[in-house]
C-alpha cells in the first residue's frame, strides 16, 4: 500500500514539474523576438478596448449609460480574450507539441492545461489593469468581489472543457481551428461583450421578446460567467445577471451545470483518444 501511495506521489510530483516548465516555456516563447515583450498581454485588449468602445459606445451609442460602462466594456473584452485564447492555444497544444510527447513519457493532458494556465496568466494582468481603471473611475467594491473566485474557477472550467474536446478533434481533423475561429465570431456578436445586456432587455422593437431573449442569451455559459464577473466586481446595480433575471434558481443553474457537463466531456473524449494519438500525428 504505502509503495502505491509513493508511486502516485512521484507521478504527481513529476507531472507538476513538467506542467510547471512547460507553463514557462509558453509564456518566453510567445513573447520571443517582440520588443515590447509581456507588454504585449496589457496592451493588446486596451488597444481592442479603445477601438470597440469608440466604434460601439461613442458612434453607434452602444452604451448602459452609465460611469461604469468603459470598465465593464474592458473587463469583457479581457475575460472574453482569455476563453479566446486558452481555446485557441490548447486546440493545437496536442499537435504542436507531438514531438515532445513522442520523446518524453507524462500523460498528454499536460499540454492542453499548460496552454490554459498560460492564458489565465495573461488575464491575470489584464485584471490588473482593469482593477487599476475601476480604482481611477471611483467605483465602490462590495462585499460580491469575494465571488469572484468562483466565477474564475467556472470561466477556467469552461476554457478546459472546450479546450481538451477541440484537442482531441484537432489531432484527427484540422479543418476543427478553422471553424472555431468562425463560431468564435459567432459566440462573440451573441452574447453581451461589447454592447450592454439592457440593449437587448430594452429594446422597443423587440417589445417582451427582449427580456425572453436576454435571458437566453445568459443561459450561455460563457455570457453568464461574464456577466457575473462584471456584476460582482465592478456595478451589481447596472449589470443583471441570470441569477437576477430568471427567477427559478434550477432554470438559472443551467449554464453552471452546462460549464461542468463540457470539463466532463472534454476530459473523457481527450481520456478515450489520447492513447492514439502518437499514431495519427
Request: charged residues 15%; positive net charge.
Amino acid at each position: 500500500m504505502n509503495t502505491f501511495v509513493k508511486r502516485i506521489q512521484e507521478r504527481y510530483h513529476y507531472s507538476l514539474v513538467v506542467l510547471k516548465e512547460l507553463v514557462k516555456t509558453d509564456f518566453k516563447l510567445r513573447y520571443q523576438g517582440s520588443f515590447l515583450g509581456v507588454a504585449w498581454s496589457v496592451l493588446r485588449p486596451l488597444m481592442l478596448f479603445c477601438v470597440m468602445y469608440v466604434v460601439f459606445a461613442k458612434f453607434l451609442r452602444m452604451s448602459d449609460g452609465t460611469s461604469t460602462y468603459p470598465v465593464v466594456l474592458l473587463l469583457g473584452i479581457s475575460t472574453w480574450q482569455f476563453f479566446g485564447e486558452a481555446t485557441a492555444t490548447g486546440l493545437r497544444a496536442v499537435v504542436d507539441r507531438g514531438d515532445l510527447l513522442r520523446k518524453i513519457h507524462f500523460p498528454n493532458y499536460i499540454v492542453v492545461v499548460s496552454a490554459t494556465i498560460g492564458a489565465l496568466i495573461s488575464l491575470g494582468i489584464n485584471l490588473l489593469v482593469v482593477v487599476i481603471f475601476a480604482i481611477f473611475s471611483k467605483i465602490q467594491f462590495t462585499w460580491r468581489v469575494l465571488l469572484l473566485p468562483l466565477n474564475f474557477i467556472e470561466l477556467y472550467v469552461l476554457a478546459l472543457g472546450a479546450a481538451l474536446l477541440m484537442a482531441t478533434m484537432y489531432v484527427y481533423f484540422r479543418d476543427i481551428a478553422h471553424l472555431w475561429e468562425v463560431l468564435q465570431q459567432v459566440l462573440f456578436y451573441s452574447i453581451p461583450v461589447i454592447y450592454p445586456l439592457s440593449m437587448v432587455m430594452d429594446n422597443d422593437s423587440l417589445g417582451k421578446w427582449g427580456l425572453i431573449i436576454a435571458k437566453i442569451q445568459l443561459l450561455n455559459p460563457i455570457a453568464q460567467t461574464i456577466q457575473d464577473i462584471r456584476h460582482n466586481l465592478i456595478a451589481p446595480e447596472t449589470q443583471p445577471t441570470v441569477w437576477t433575471l430568471v427567477g427559478n434558481p434550477l432554470i438559472a443553474i443551467i449554464p453552471v451545470i452546462l460549464a461542468f457537463l463540457l470539463l466532463a466531456l472534454g476530459v473523457h473524449v481527450f481520456r478515450k483518444h489520447n492513447r492514439k494519438f502518437a499514431e495519427v500525428m
